[in-house]
């Protein structure tokens, strides 16, 4: 009864772990993944957006939001599995020892959470999308294709997220990722509003971040529009995976396995 | 027994820690079918050698064979035929009992019937069958160590890496968790366990080394140890007239005093003399029994507590 799974797949049975958990709470989970944005979209989308009294970028404020908000919830999921969740597995409850006496190497249990933040984004995204499309605010039917892109886009902030968790001894650390890291990035990566209008600097800096990337790419797609520069921005969200990644492995390796 | 290809066969064996040695040219052949005992005060490096014959661990060097595979870090093949009991429970507290079972099989890449029915019989083999689909923080602390033992045999392990598998549980436990070892050992397996009691490891290992400081002090069977290394006879006295009584005593050259707090053991080849002097003061309380494997540890590793 010994077989061994094929070496690029060992990733799975992480993956599938982690799924099965989420799903015993599935209520919960999709009720926030539905609820959270429906409010954000009523209350500023139509709340704050019936005050601006112009549209923006040609958009009513509301469409301009819900298509910010796939990407920054792709990002926000991401960052919380890869941190909080993710940390727990690792240091509360040894989650991922338990998994290393398996014939499982840190490498695939890394790629696996990478791949699950991917998948948690994606659902958030469709839940987002879902929302959206029910209260019109979708183009058409080429949105579609923010899913693959959320998950590229959860993949990218959960391995970041997890070079965090690498070096963290208690859930507060995470704390100055949040405040110094996400929380600007979601206000100043054109979430809520174009970012024209910032000073320079700031705008300098929101284009070397990756949400402004995701947005770029995602947005278009929500609004009936076609992305520019495609490659330009699927290359920094995959360059964030790929140093964001190794230095993940190196680092919890060096805590685990020592 | 096949004594020419040792399940585990370890040379030479260091590890350090910021500078510290803590595992220092350890040896170790273990035999096919053997249950072998890994015996140390706290910080001996028990753990860290399991760790390493487990390649969770880079050791800094040696050599390292489990089951005529060389180990190195990150292979993950040997951990194929391997069940480890790891000192702390790592079970998952997401899951219920059947489905730690189940997922764990699934990290080996095992699903389907035949992993069902086997986790059924692991169930019933770790006395947890009324409990599966509890969750895991509704079990108790024997419960728990009997579902992780289970949880160490869902790949047919050839193997069984234990560390201190009974330690924290009630004796009622113990004696389950040594009853479902013996059945493990007769059935073919070879054991490697790690514990800090010494009638454990005296009724259930074949052979046993003493470590202390990362280093083997002593190793052979339970009885060949303390045949070479103790007394026969024990007496262990108490009360506060101990002193004035070992003043008088005229001990033979043979007969060995240690204190012990308010005790006082008496290691001696011949116990009539010591006992019958001893009837001289009522008031002293004494027993008197053979040596055993704690009284080889304690000469081996020394009285004092290991806190550092
Ligand atoms: N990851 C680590 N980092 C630094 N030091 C460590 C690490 N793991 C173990 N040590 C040190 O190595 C020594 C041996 O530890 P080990 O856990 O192997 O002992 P042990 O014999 O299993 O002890 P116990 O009976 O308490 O379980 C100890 O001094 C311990 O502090
Ligand atoms: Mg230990």
Same mark, same amino acid.
């Given at each position: +009864?010994?077989?061994?799974? !094929? ?22 989970? #999709? ?18 957006? /019936? ?6 970028? $040609? ?15 792709? +990002? ?11 940390? !727990?597995?690792?240091?509360? %409850? ?29 659902? /958030? ?34 391995? +970041?997220?997890?070079?965090?968790? /690498? ?20 206000? &100043? /990566? ?12 700031? %705008? ?29 921005? &699927? ?24 | =027994? ?34 072998? $005992? ?16 487990? $390649? +969770? ?19 993950? @093949? ?9 000192? =702390? ?30 986790? @059924? ?13 509890? @969750? ?6 024997? =419960? ?17 890496? #234990? ?8 004796? @009622? ?16 397996? !070879? ?25 083997? *002090? ?16 024990? *007496?262990?006295?108490? $009360? ?5 009584? %070992? ?21 001696? %080849? ?13 008031? &002293? ?14 000469? =081996? ?8």
């Amino acid at each position: +009864m010994k077989t061994q799974q !094929t070496a690029w797949l060992r990733w799975y049975p992480v993956w599938s772990r982690n799924m099965r958990v989420w799903r015993k709470l599935i209520g919960p989970a #999709l009720l926030g993944n539905i609820g959270e944005p429906l409010l954000y979209l009523l209350a500023l989308g139509y709340g704050l957006g /019936s005050f601006l009294g112009q549209k923006i970028e $040609g958009l009513e404020y509301v469409v301009f939001l819900a298509s910010g908000l796939v990407c920054s919830s792709a +990002m926000n999921t991401a960052s919380f599995e890869g941190m909080y969740s993710a940390y !727990t597995r690792m240091a509360v %409850q040894d989650t991922w020892i338990g998994m290393l006496t398996a014939p499982l190497t840190l490498r695939d249990i890394i790629y696996a959470e990478v791949i699950w933040c991917g998948t948690k984004s994606v659902i /958030s995204v469709a839940a987002i999308l879902l929302v959206a499309t029910a209260m019109g605010l979708v183009a058409d039917a080429r949105a579609i294709l923010v899913l693959p892109l959320g998950w590229l886009v959860g993949a990218c902030f959960g391995s +970041m997220a997890l070079v965090m968790t /690498s070096i963290a001894k208690t859930y507060d650390f995470f704390l100055y990722y949040f405040t110094l890291l996400v929380t600007p990035m979601l206000l &100043l /990566s054109g979430v809520f509003f174009p970012i024209d209008g910032m000073p320079e600097l700031v %705008q300098t800096i929101a284009k070397i971040l990756p949400l402004y990337h995701a947005i770029a790419l995602m947005r278009p797609l929500m609004i009936g529009q076609l992305p520019t520069d495609v490659l330009l921005h &699927l290359t920094v969200l995959g360059l964030y995976i790929l140093v964001a990644l190794p230095i993940a492995i190196r680092l919890i390796s060096r805590r685990l396995l020592r | =027994m096949d004594t020419t290809n040792p399940v585990v066969n370890i040379r030479s064996l260091c590890k350090s820690y910021d500078g510290q040695r803590v595992v220092d040219n350890f040896d170790l052949q273990v035999q096919r079918g053997e249950c072998f $005992g890994l015996l140390g005060p706290n910080g001996a490096g028990k753990t860290t050698i399991l760790r390493m014959m487990l $390649g +969770m661990t880079p050791p800094e060097s040696g050599e390292l064979n489990i089951l005529e595979q060389p180990v190195s870090q990150g292979s993950y @093949q040997v951990r194929q035929k391997i069940g480890v009991v790891p000192q =702390m429970d790592n079970l998952d507290p997401d899951f219920s009992v059947v489905e730690n079972l189940r997922t764990y099989a699934s990290y080996f890449n095992l699903s389907g019937e035949i992993v069902r029915n086997r986790i @059924q019989e692991l169930l019933e083999f770790a006395r947890l069958t009324n409990k599966a689909d509890e @969750q895991i923080d509704s079990l108790s602390g024997g =419960m728990k160590r009997r579902l992780t033992l289970a949880r160490a045999l869902v790949n047919a392990p050839e193997l069984l890496i #234990l560390d201190e598998p009974t330690t924290g549980l009630d004796p @009622q436990a113990r004696q389950l968790i040594w009853q479902r070892l013996r059945e493990l050992k007769h059935s073919g397996h !070879t054991l490697i366990m790690t514990t800090h009691y010494m009638e454990e490891a005296q009724r259930l290992c074949d052979r046993l080394a003493i470590m202390d400081h990362g280093k083997v *002090i002593v190793q052979g069977t339970p009885q060949e140890l303390i045949d070479a290394h103790v007394e026969p006879h024990v *007496i262990e006295v108490v $009360g506060n007239d101990v002193e004035r009584w %070992q003043a008088q005593f005229n001990k033979q050259d043979s007969t060995r005093f240690e204190s012990l707090g308010e005790s006082l053991f008496i290691y001696a %080849q011949d116990e009539k003399p010591v006992i019958e002097d001893l009837c001289k003061f009522s008031h &002293l309380d004494f027993i008197h029994r053979r040596a055993n494997l704690e009284d080889v540890f304690l000469k =081996m590793t020394g009285r004092d507590l290991r806190e550092e």
